[in-house]
């Protein structure tokens, strides 16, 4: 009922910048939070960022300082700005969102997933 859908990974050279989108459409009655995850291969799907619906925010220890996540609710969208990117960030990048749609069932809803490379 909610789709996510990502842009803006790619290739990027160590201490490089990249800027992820992820825009909800669907029958959204309110969102909670937004947030990134990521998965490098062979591990585990891990939170990098979120942002709740009131503008707080939390960061994986590793991202501290280097991303940064904002949102604009009247489009659904959030941003994830990735700044000093180090090989070690590479992986796939996932939003997730969750909230209510309309009709007052909640939802979590995931995008497809962008890929991010970070060379040395």
């Known amino acids: 009922q909610v789709q996510l859908v990502e842009s803006g990974g790619g290739l990027v050279q160590a201490g490089g910048s990249l800027r992820l989108s992820c825009a909800a459409s669907?029958?959204?009655?309110?969102?909670?939070?937004m947030g990134w995850y990521r998965q490098a291969p062979g591990e585990q799907r891990e939170l990098v960022t979120a942002?709740?619906?009131?503008?707080?925010?939390n960061y994986a220890d590793s991202v501290k300082g280097r991303f940064t996540i904002s949102r604009d609710s009247a489009k659904n969208t959030v941003y994830l700005q990735m700044n000093s990117l180090k090989p070690e960030d590479t992986g796939v990048y996932y939003c997730?969102?969750?909230?209510?749609?309309?009709?007052?069932?909640?939802?979590?809803?995931w995008g497809q997933g962008t890929q991010v490379t970070v060379s040395s």
């Open positions: 997730n969102a969750r909230g209510v749609v309309v009709g007052y069932s909640d939802f979590v809803s």
């Open positions: 669907g029958r959204i009655f309110s969102i909670n939070a």
């Open positions: 942002i709740t619906s009131g503008g707080s925010t």
